[in-house]
């Protein structure tokens, strides 16, 4: 599995994606919490965006050697199981000599100074960083937009439109405040680099 896609998941539970090497791409787009040892040991996963976090426990990214970028854009500081500073142990954001490197937690720039004095987080104050954040809007007739509410300055994401039953995907669609791509096939939508508010619009058409 290379893959972890779960537009509706709530809750990453204990130990689910432990172990998987080949994990590279993943999205939770509504989760808000991830339990003790989710992605434990996932060391070819790069980033990880989790915007509608509420709460990590005991050591969820552990070994996770290749994680140099994490976003959690949300509006909350998510809250971490009795203080505790290891959910990012053994990895860039660890140690300052580790792999050679430093990785960042990139945060809304109006809670970067928060985060740096919040127990769990405080451990990570110099690899925290606040950036503008935009919120995005989906009107899709006929349809969901399954993608994050909330797109940071200078990142992207992906998600899916998916039609009703008796609907079929939109042949086009319209994206205003950022860059955008559209497989119509698919439905898979890209959108990056945000100018401000972003607001995905389509129709999906009888099938």
Same mark, same amino acid.
């Given at each position: 599995?290379? +893959?972890? %896609?779960?537009?509706? /998941? ?5 130990? /689910? ?19 003790? @040892?989710?992605?434990? #040991? /996932?060391? @070819? ?11 990590? *426990? ?8 290749? %994680? ?13 199981? @009795? ?7 053994? *990895?860039?954001?660890?140690? *300052? ?7 960042? %937690? ?35 007739t006929h349809g969901? /937009? ?5 797109? #940071? ?13 008796? +609907?079929?995907?939109?042949s086009s669609i ?6 955008? *791509? ?13 100018? #401000?508010?972003?607001?995905?619009? #389509? ?5």
């Amino acid at each position: 599995m290379s +893959y972890a %896609i779960f537009p509706n /998941c709530g809750s990453v539970s204990d130990s /689910c994606f432990q172990a998987l090497s080949n994990l590279t791409n993943i999205s939770f787009p509504e989760c808000r919490f991830v339990q003790t @040892n989710a992605f434990y #040991g /996932c060391y @070819n996963l790069p980033l990880i965006s989790f915007p509608k976090i509420l709460s990590l *426990t005991y050591s969820p990214f552990m070994n996770c050697s290749a %994680i140099s970028k994490a976003y959690f854009l949300g509006p909350m500081i998510p809250a971490v199981q @009795n203080g505790s500073s290891n959910f990012f142990a053994n *990895t860039p954001m660890s140690s *300052t000599s580790y792999l050679g490197y430093y990785g960042s %937690i990139y945060v809304r720039a109006s809670l970067a100074s928060l985060y740096k004095i919040t127990s769990g987080w405080s451990w990570y104050s110099d690899r925290i960083v606040g950036i503008e954040v935009y919120d995005v809007s989906k009107n899709i007739t006929h349809g969901q /937009c399954l993608i994050d509410d909330y797109l #940071g300055e200078g990142t992207s994401t992906f998600g899916t439109i998916y039609p009703d039953d008796g +609907y079929a995907l939109p042949s086009s669609i319209t994206v205003s405040g950022c860059d955008y *791509t559209y497989d119509n096939t698919t439905g898979k939508v890209t959108i990056s680099n945000p100018t #401000g508010d972003v607001t995905i619009t #389509g129709e999906c058409n009888p099938s």
